[in-house]
C-alpha cells in the first residue's frame, strides 16, 4: 500500500535468513504499523514457555529516514490471545542502528507458545523525533497537578 510520494523511505536488507519471507507490509490501508515477521528456522519454532524472554530474529536490517526512530510494538492480537508481548513496551531502534533488528518478546501467558517461521511477531511504526537541548533550571513553572503523579487525577471521568 503506497503511502504517498513525500514519504520518508526506509531502506531494508534481507538476510539470507529471511530471503524467502516477505518484507514488512502495512496490512490495511490505515495501519501505523508494519508487521514484522520471525526469521527462526522453518523446522525449528521458538517455544515460549510462560514467563520466557526470546529475542526473536527478523532477518532485516535497516537505514531509518534520519530524524526517525523505529518502534517496535506489540501485536494486540498475540498479547489478548496468548500473553505474548514486547518485554520492554516498545523497543526503540535508533537511526544509526545497522544490525539484525531482533524482537524481545515475553510470554505472559499460562501455555507454552511456538513463534514459527513468517509469524507475524511485532509491528514497526517509524516516528519522527525530537532532540532537545538541556536547560538547568532551579525550579520549573508551576502547574493545576503540580507533583500529584501515579492516580493523582483518579479514574473516574470529570464530573462523572
Known amino acids: 500500500m503506497s503511502a504517498g510520494p513525500a514519504s520518508p523511505s526506509l531502506k531494508l536488507v534481507q538476510l539470507l535468513s529471511a530471503a524467502d519471507l516477505p518484507l ?9 504499523g508494519l508487521d514484522l515477521l ?6 525449528e519454532p521458538l517455544e515460549m514457555q510462560p514467563g520466557a524472554i526470546a529475542a526473536v530474529p527478523t532477518g532485516l536490517k535497516m537505514a531509518l529516514p534520519k530524524g526517525h526512530e523505529g ?15 514486547v518485554i520492554n513496551g516498545i523497543g526503540t531502534i535508533d537511526e544509526d542502528y545497522r544490525g539484525e533488528v531482533h ?5 505472559l501467558g499460562k501455555k507454552a507458545f511456538a513463534i514459527t517461521r513468517g509469524m507475524r511477531i511485532a509491528q514497526l ?5 525530537t532532540r532537545v537541548t538541556i536547560e538547568p533550571v532551579t ?7 503540580g507533583l500529584g503523579g501515579f492516580g493523582s487525577t483518579g479514574l473516574t471521568k470529570p464530573n462523572g
Open 71 to 85: 518502534q517496535v510494538r506489540a501485536r494486540s492480537g498475540l498479547a489478548i490471545k496468548h500473553g505474548i508481548t
Open 125 to 129: 511504526v517509524v516516528c519522527p523525533i
Open 103 to 107: 524482537v524481545g518478546l515475553i510470554n
Open 38 to 43: 520471525a526469521a527462526v528456522p522453518e523446522h
Open 24 to 32: 514488512p507490509a502495512y496490512q490495511t490501508e490505515g495501519a501505523a
Open 139 to 145: 525550579e520549573l513553572d508551576p502547574t493545576p497537578r
